[in-house]
């Protein structure tokens, strides 16, 4: 099998001395993993990192076994936020979701075209804000359409509109933004609410159904902004 593609890498682990195993999601392929021999030289490394965008070359013997690709850098995106802490956890963070969602060799130009757009987001002063959306996106294109309005009841308190949760275990209150997409979040808190519920309902909805657990480096992106005083 060979074939040629564009692709963003979505984790590298060594597989000896000199090579590297490496996943990528590309535009005509789906998720694809393979070798990438003389990855770890100073040739490679340097721009092989996750995030990246690349032209690939793939070739493998035979269908069930794992092929090599010969890369080429199409755009570096990750050291653009080298020295942007926040947004260099949330690329590592996106690429782990696009990794544990998506299966192996199974075409999905949506995703693709996705990933692109994070990089779009990324430039924005809300991009935190627009990355919550994202996620919700990414659920939607895979078949998990989190709709927050039809689970929640609209109710007027203190003079203000809230909305709580339809659920009968506690009263759980949906931050506006999420429902309302013409209003901003009230404050930072308002934010890390709203990637806590899309925590939840991942854990719940996608992962505990599959024997999968939540992404490490989502878990890490949430507690470096609450840590480092992002807000």
Request: charged content about 25%; aromatic content about 12%.
């Given at each position: 099998?060979?074939?040629?593609?564009?692709?963003?890498?979505?984790s590298k682990?060594r597989?000896?001395?000199?090579?590297l195993?490496?996943?990528?999601?590309?535009?005509?392929?789906?998720?694809?993993?393979?070798?990438?021999?003389?990855?770890?030289?100073?040739?490679?490394?340097?721009?092989?990192?996750?995030?990246?965008?690349?032209?690939?070359?793939?070739?493998?013997?035979t269908?069930?076994?794992?092929?090599?690709?010969?890369?080429?850098i199409e755009?570096?995106?990750?050291?653009l936020?080298f020295d942007?802490?926040h947004?260099?956890s949330?690329?590592?963070?996106?690429?782990?979701?696009?990794k544990?969602?998506?299966?192996e060799?199974?075409?999905?130009?949506?995703?693709?075209?996705?990933?692109?757009?994070?990089y779009?987001?990324l430039e924005s002063t809300?991009w935190l804000?627009k990355?919550?959306?994202w996620?919700?996106?990414?659920?939607?294109?895979?078949?998990?359409?989190l709709?927050?309005?039809?689970?929640?009841?609209?109710?007027?308190?203190?003079?203000?509109?809230i909305?709580?949760?339809k659920?009968?275990?506690?009263?759980?209150i949906?931050?506006?933004?999420?429902?309302?997409?013409?209003?901003?979040?009230e404050?930072?808190?308002?934010?890390?609410?709203?990637?806590k519920?899309l925590?939840?309902?991942?854990?719940?909805?996608?992962?505990?159904?599959?024997?999968?657990?939540?992404?490490l480096?989502?878990?890490?992106?949430i507690?470096?902004?609450?840590?480092?005083?992002?807000h």
């Amino acid at each position: 099998m060979i074939w040629s593609d564009l692709g963003f890498l979505l984790s590298k682990v060594r597989y000896n001395e000199n090579s590297l195993i490496c996943e990528f999601f590309t535009k005509d392929h789906g998720k694809s993993t393979g070798i990438v021999f003389g990855g770890t030289s100073k040739k490679i490394k340097n721009y092989l990192q996750i995030g990246n965008k690349f032209f690939i070359n793939y070739t493998a013997k035979t269908d069930n076994r794992i092929g090599h690709f010969k890369v080429e850098i199409e755009r570096a995106l990750s050291p653009l936020y080298f020295d942007e802490k926040h947004k260099l956890s949330c690329i590592i963070c996106a690429m782990q979701m696009i990794k544990l969602l998506n299966a192996e060799s199974q075409r999905n130009y949506d995703v693709f075209q996705l990933i692109d757009n994070f990089y779009t987001i990324l430039e924005s002063t809300d991009w935190l804000t627009k990355y919550i959306f994202w996620e919700l996106e990414l659920f939607k294109i895979l078949g998990y359409d989190l709709e927050f309005k039809s689970l929640t009841n609209k109710i007027l308190e203190d003079q203000k509109v809230i909305y709580v949760s339809k659920s009968n275990v506690g009263k759980k209150i949906i931050p506006n933004f999420l429902i309302d997409k013409s209003q901003k979040p009230e404050n930072f808190n308002n934010l890390l609410e709203g990637l806590k519920l899309l925590g939840e309902y991942l854990e719940k909805s996608i992962l505990r159904p599959n024997n999968l657990s939540l992404p490490l480096n989502r878990i890490n992106f949430i507690n470096l902004l609450k840590s480092s005083k992002f807000h």
